[in-house]
Each structure stands twice: as structure tokens, then as C-alpha cells.
């Protein structure tokens, strides 16, 4: 790929760059510094080192970098380095570019399951009577049970667990009785969720999860929780049943919401937290336990 067609992509997506002095190089593979040769695009998220004793294609530096020799070739200036290095990523390795669909002989499909065009199901996946979008892919061991919705262009990796029942329960007599759950979960499109991931299906309404979401890996959702459009949920992360996560928040590692809370949008919540209580304002930094607002 020409380092010429990497910008006119960037371009498209709406990223700015300056580049002093251009030379259209074949751009074959991304590296770091130590790897790179004359066809490696590479990227300096912080501080670009002043000079470049090393072959590269091309490198992606902070705006206003200050280079030792002003006349190196190909030094790409961008806001963000890392950004502009994953959109380029994204054209070496795309995802969703599968051309026909794959049902792999060692998965169990339930028959009146209902899958999307293009659909990859790996070995070891069990579907119940569920529904899977276009261009979806279901890695192995994923147990997806009934009354479940997957949209398209989602990602769901190896040993996810999407539909089993959650806890709800009452006392009676000493012990305990379970609420059946009667309801599914809805996961809406470019939703991608990580090895081990557990999503409970809802009592009398679904659980959702809203388009664009990332769910990491061993995190558990309970019973009802709605989380909104693009936010991300780090590894080990627990949001209880009931919870609402407005859009575009970042739930830290290790994250506790207890049940029936509310987070507004934008609001991050620092690894390890323990969120016990609603919080209506949008774009808070909540850290602690308990958790409260940093200022």
C-alpha cells in the first residue's frame, strides 16, 4: 500500500497531518523502532526521539514535533500518533472483510436460530434459538443462549457466556427463591466483547447493550443493566443488575456498580472503584471506595 493512499485515508477520516517532505514509499507492515526497515510505518505517541538513526517508510509524530534534521522524509505530524496508527491498522488487518459466511462443523446451532449474511461461527460455539447480525463473528466456546440479539459488524470472543440467568432473588421461609428470567438481551451493532465476558438476560425486560460498546474481558453484567452507545468496559469489571451507563463512558478494571444505579454520560470510573449510588451529572472522574467525584 502507497503511503500516499494512508493519507488520502486518513483524510477521509477526517484526521489533519503536515508532512515537511513527502516521498511516496510502498508502506508493507506496522513495526517499532527496533523491528522497522524501509517499509514500516511506525508511530511515537509521546516524545519523537531528535533524530531518526533507524529505516523506516514512514512515522507518525505529535504536531509540533521539533526534529533535529528538518529534511527527514515521510515525518507525519498528527494530533494523536496512536489514533492515526490504529486507522491505519484497521486497512492492513480489517475487520468484518469475511466474503462468505463459516459455521464450523463443531458448532451446535440451534435450527430456528437466525444468522446474517457472512456470519463466522467457530468451533465449540453453542447457539440457541437466537439472532445473529450481518458480518458477525462468534469465536470458540461462545454460548449464546435463547432470546438473545446480536446487530452487525460485532465480535463476540472465545468462552463469552450471552443469555444465562442472572440472581435475582427474594427471601421466603429462610431461603431463597429465584425470579425466572423471561426476558433476552439485546446487543446492538459494533458491540465487541472479550474472552470470558458474561451478560445476564433480563427478568421482564432485556438487557442492553447499546451500538459501538466494548465489553472487556471477565467482566459480568447483570440482569437488566442497559449500558449506552460507545462506552467501554474494562477487564474484571462488574455492573450489577438494573444499572444504566450513560453513553460514552469508561468503566476502569476492576469496576464495581452496585445494582440499580444510574451513571450519567461521560463519566469515567477509575480501576477498581466501587460505585455505590447514582450520579446524574455527565463527564464526573469517579475513583474510590466509596466512589466519589474527583475534582
Not at 496512536?82 to 463443531?106: C, G
Amino acid at each position: 500500500m502507497l503511503l500516499t493512499q494512508i493519507l488520502n485515508h486518513l483524510e477521509k477520516r477526517g484526521i489533519p497531518y503536515y508532512v515537511a517532505t513527502l516521498i511516496d514509499t510502498e508502506i508493507m507492515r506496522i513495526s517499532v523502532p527496533a523491528e522497522s526497515d524501509s517499509n514500516s510505518i511506525l508511530f511515537f505517541n509521546r516524545d519523537a526521539p531528535q533524530a531518526l538513526p533507524f529505516l523506516y517508510g514512514a512515522c507518525f509524530v505529535r504536531n509540533n514535533t521539533t526534529l533535529r534534521d528538518s529534511s527527514l522524509r515521510n515525518v507525519i505530524q498528527v494530533e494523536n500518533p496512536r489514533l492515526a496508527i490504529i486507522l491505519v491498522a484497521n486497512l492492513f488487518k480489517p475487520y468484518f472483510s469475511q466474503t462468505e459466511s463459516y459455521l464450523s462443523p463443531r458448532a451446535i446451532i440451534h435450527p430456528k436460530a437466525k444468522l446474517g449474511k457472512n456470519v463466522i461461527v467457530m468451533g465449540g460455539a453453542v447457539l440457541g434459538e437466537c439472532s445473529i447480525g450481518d458480518y458477525t463473528i462468534i469465536h470458540p466456546n461462545v454460548v449464546i443462549y435463547d432470546g438473545v440479539e446480536i446487530g452487525s459488524f460485532c465480535q463476540v470472543d472465545a468462552n463469552a457466556t450471552l443469555g444465562a440467568e442472572g440472581m435475582g432473588t427474594e427471601r421466603y421461609h429462610g431461603s431463597r427463591v429465584r425470579f425466572p428470567h423471561f426476558s433476552g438481551i439485546e446487543i446492538k451493532d459494533n458491540v465487541f466483547i472479550e474472552p470470558n465476558a458474561t451478560i445476564a438476560r433480563g427478568v421482564l425486560t432485556p438487557t442492553v447493550i447499546e451500538s459501538g460498546c466494548m465489553i472487556g474481558a471477565r467482566v459480568g453484567i447483570g440482569h437488566n443493566a442497559h449500558i449506552d452507545q460507545n462506552t467501554q468496559v474494562i477487564g474484571g469489571t462488574i455492573v450489577c443488575g438494573s444499572v444504566t451507563v450513560g453513553k460514552s463512558c469508561f468503566l476502569g478494571a476492576g469496576c464495581i456498580l452496585r445494582d440499580n444505579i444510574t451513571i450519567a454520560d461521560n463519566i469515567n470510573v477509575g480501576m477498581g472503584a466501587v460505585v455505590t449510588k447514582s450520579f446524574y451529572d455527565p463527564c464526573l472522574t469517579l475513583a474510590g471506595i466509596p466512589a466519589h467525584i474527583l475534582t
